[in-house]
């Protein structure tokens, strides 16, 4: 027996007859209402159902459902486990993260660069891939791999046949991730043609934008939750700039910007980039890029 397969054992014999799981608990906001969590976790949460349907049961009396039969709620915010004896070992390999999927995107096309994304389980990146592609965008698909064209000198945002400006909004999964807005926000200001960034789903996301414009971007902030971006189609780099990252979603789009940028530019509190991006100087420098940690 494994050690996980012990582990596993061990909390089945000391739990479950009967046990109701809710993923997505309800958040009490300040003034008392109440939502769902719902988010990019409901990804993570539909996976692991299916990882939870592929564990077999091994003494289940033959009057009861097979283990994978005794889980319900696949694909809602509810999962129902009714409790066996005991459980096989099982094989599972963790998803990679499409944050990081969606950032190196972002920075192979403001960096006008040809990498390779391995391993990036295409199936489970939703809308993330096509979501780049109506910023222009070229990402091709190879195998499970994602590869950025590097000759792409310009790229151009979709717009609707009457003219009007595309929106790019975040929303729950299956929808984009509210966690790339920032990443294509700052992929915009060199495209060609002009966006809607709607974050719908978090408040003061976009306050970073001001850090841009000093830059040099043309970035009309319209409220907390909408900003307009109107892209120089690479006619007008970005100026290097002395920033802090606010938080974590910030940050990446602030090393972006300045990996792009003329000149040498400094960002502070680091830690909140580091918080999910592990090593990340290391394997851009790896790639060309040139980042000192101070």
Partial sequence: MTKNEGHLRSICRQHFKELICCWTKPLRHRNGEHCNGSRTSQRNYHYLQRCLRALPATTVPDAELHGCEKI????????????????????HTVLPDMI??????????????????????????????????????????RGDDL???????????????????????????????????SVMLVVATQAKGSVLIHQKMFESRLFFVDKLIDMGAQIILCDPHRAVVIGHDRNFQ??????????????????????????ISRIHNIEQIDRGYQNIDQRLNALGARITRI
Avoid: C
């Fill in 100 to 141: 990081e999927v969606g950032s190196f995107i972002g920075m192979a096309a403001m960096t006008k660069s040809e990498i390779t994304i391995k391993n990036v389980s295409y199936e489970n990146l939703g809308i993330i891939p096509e979501s780049f592609r109506r910023l222009g965008i070229r990402v091709e698909q």
């Fill in 72 to 91: 319900s709620g696949i694909a809602s915010n509810l999962l129902t486990i009714e409790g066996v004896e005991e459980l096989h070992g099982y094989t």
């Fill in 147 to 181: 590869f950025t064209f590097p000759e792409q000198e310009t790229y151009q945002i979709e717009s609707f046949i009457d003219g009007s400006i595309m929106t790019i909004a975040d929303a729950p999964w299956p929808g984009l991730t509210p966690d790339l807005l």
């Fill in 238 to 263: 970005l100026r290097a700039g002395n920033m802090i990252s606010p938080d974590i979603r910030a940050g990446i789009a602030l090393l972006i910007a300045a990996m792009s940028a003329d000149g």
